[in-house]
């Protein structure tokens, strides 16, 4: 072929994924969201692209493209894309269709089961993950709390007889058939690009470092509320409850959304002309879990400029107590996300997509660093206020810290908890995958990570039950390693971080630009000239109290005194906020008309 012909087929790769990729997405979205009720069409469309995307064709002409242009950058990362999904065999291929048929049939029938609790006001309510979570840590009544966590256990129960069993048992014969031991060896070697041994020594490492922390957690926990207080119902609000309601007032629902737009301008973040759409209200029939996916991933197709269009979701109900800031944590973590792959650069949209070779920790540090600054001091002081214009007192953000530090680690260990527990289920033999075992299993996983029963039963985690996000848990734990790093360097280098500008434009050169096409380590290396450390992590985590408060002092009043240059006028991006099919913001009038907008519809709702 000469250059033309290469360029020509190279677009057309581009062209025929982009196809296939928003025709998945967009079914995505609607299935989850509960607008969209063909599961068939989903399926189809899933089937459409993930055939696409482990066609032994495609990896062939591409690798013989690339031998006749050994330089050429997008080549390189549709071979990298189409060597992480390659199935090579057609009996491979039957299995992994027979693993997205078992899990659209649990999906379906799981959108209308719902666990149910005694609600703080009395009466017995179906409830989601969302809303049993947020109850355990902020309703006073222990019978509550205990019904919520029952909630959660009978979820375990129900997905154990509807199918996962089964799920687990044909994924790990897909691997199989790929050549890998079990189905969690299969996806860390294609998320994280490395052997299931090489994460443990990570996360043994962790574990190990952090678990003398961990005891004086419990002991913490004691001191507040006896030995009933590590009841596992009862550990969220011994850990949380007491200042999450004292918090709520300065974090107003209605708010987040303004709050976000402003925070996000004020750190240099822009969207590139993204398109998004923000579904964040809790109803029947939508997903219970938080997410982010773009149906047309950014690239330069050729000199065009091709914006994102990003979806994210949450399922905030805005009368709970607690709700506006974990409304608050959403738009920052999945409109972190948004940004992320809204700003990356490459030539071809194989780069700028969430699934492999995309490391789930790459693409969960840029989330996850954004939401971390909410909860920081200095962040707290500038936009913490109630709706009458009150600023967060000192007083409660230092007791919030004497509430919330010593439990950093119980948080930590309790993203680890989720790999143990799925590399020891996918190396459980097919005989003893019965819901007794695997019960057992999770609580054995439990006491080894907490010193007592999770406070979040371990099988009702919904990670477990898509592909997608099965057996990569992991990233997050990783991901908050790196955010960890990335925080102490940035506050090295300018000595804070709220409202900084110069964080957005360096994380789009280093972290986003290049998309996947580097390891999630390399990223690191070029802003910090460091390699990936979990040890920042684990001194996060031991900090004691004294410590935390200390430097909370110094960041505060700096940030009361410091100069803050005037924020960028846009996020240049097309944003609606619906409620499934309905609008109810836009930003055609400005980020600040969102706001005001969503605050609008909120009131008269």
């Known amino acids: 072929m000469n250059s ?9 790769l581009n062209h025929e994924y982009l196809a296939l990729h928003r025709a998945k997405e967009d079914r995505y979205w609607g299935i989850h969201m509960g607008t969209d009720l063909d599961d068939a069409g989903f399926l189809a469309a899933e089937q459409a692209w993930t055939a696409f995307l482990s066609d032994p064709a495609k990896l062939r002409l591409v690798r013989e ?14 071979q990298a894309l189409f060597e992480s999904h390659i199935v090579e065999s057609a009996e491979a291929r039957e299995a992994w269709d027979r693993v997205l048929l078992l899990e659209s049939q649990l999906f379906a029938l799981r959108r209308d089961f719902q666990p149910t609790h005694t609600a703080p006001s009395g009466a017995v309510e179906p409830a989601s993950l969302g809303v049993l979570l947020m109850a355990m840590a902020t309703n006073p009544d222990e019978a509550g709390r205990k019904s919520s966590f029952e909630g959660l256990r009978a979820l375990e129960t129900w997905v154990l007889s509807h199918g996962l069993l089964e799920i687990v048992k044909a994924r790990n014969a897909f691997a199989r058939l790929q050549g890998f031991a079990d189905y969690f060896e299969y996806k860390v070697r294609k998320t994280e690009r490395m052997s299931a041994d090489e994460l443990f020594v990570i996360l043994d490492e962790f574990e190990l470092l952090t678990r003398d922390a961990q005891s004086r957690s419990l002991e913490e ?3 507040r509320g006896g030995e009933a207080a590590l009841a ?10 007491d200042t999450t309601a004292e918090m709520d007032p300065y974090h107003p629902f209605s708010r987040a959304v303004s709050v976000w737009a402003e925070s996000f301008r004020r750190l240099g973040i822009t969207y590139r002309g993204a398109r998004l759409t923000l579904d964040l209200l809790d109803r029947k029939g939508k997903d219970e879990n938080g997410f982010c996916h773009g149906p047309v991933p950014a690239f330069f197709d050729g000199d065009q400029w091709v914006p994102a269009v990003v979806n994210f979701t949450s399922n905030a109900q805005p009368s709970q107590i607690g709700s506006g800031l974990d409304a608050l944590e959403t738009l920052f973590h999945e409109g972190g996300h948004a940004a992320h792959f809204a700003n990356v650069t490459g030539d071809s949209p194989c780069f700028s997509q969430e699934f492999a070779p995309t490391s789930m920790a790459y693409a969960e540090t840029q989330s996850m660093f954004l939401d971390s600054l909410i909860r920081d001091p200095d962040w707290r002081i500038r936009y ?17 810290i004497e509430a919330a530090q ?10 680890l908890a989720l790999p143990c527990f799925e590399r020891e289920l996918y190396r459980l033999p097919d005989a003893e995958l019965t819901a007794e075992r695997v019960l057992d299993l999770a609580r054995q996983t439990e006491r080894k990570i907490f010193g007592t029963e999770g406070p979040r039963p371990t099988v009702a985690v919904p990670h477990l039950l898509n592909q997608e996000s099965a057996a990569s848990y992991q990233g997050y734990l990783l991901a908050e390693m790196a955010v960890a790093q990335t925080r102490a360097w940035f506050l090295n280098r300018f000595g804070y971080l709220a409202d900084n500008p110069a964080i957005g434009p360096l994380l789009a050169l280093h972290y986003w630009a290049p998309g996947n096409s580097v390891s999630h380590d390399a990223t690191l290396r070029s802003l910090m000239g460091e390699p990936f450390s979990g040890r920042a992590l684990a001194e996060v985590c031991n900090r004691t109290v004294e410590e935390v408060w200390a430097q909370a002092q110094v960041s505060m009043e700096a940030a009361r005194t410091r100069v803050y ?3 960028a006028l846009s996020l240049k991006a097309d944003i609606r906020i619906v409620d499934g099919t309905l609008t109810i913001a836009d930003n055609q009038r400005g980020d600040g008309a969102l706001g005001e907008q969503f605050a609008q519809w909120l009131e008269n709702r």
């Open 4 to 12: 033309t012909e290469i360029q020509q087929a190279f677009d057309h």
């Open 65 to 78: 493209l690339r031998r006749q242009a050994p330089d050429h950058r997008g080549l390189a990362g549709w």
């Open 221 to 223: 926990l004691k001191k």
């Open 232 to 241: 596992p119902w009862n550990q969220r609000f011994f850990a949380s409850g």
């Open 384 to 400: 913490a206020r109630s709706l009458d214009g009150r600023t967060i007192p000192a007083d409660l953000i230092r007791r919030h």
């Open 406 to 415: 010593p439990f950093k680690v119980t948080s930590e260990r309790g993203i």
């Open 565 to 567: 240059p005037e924020p």
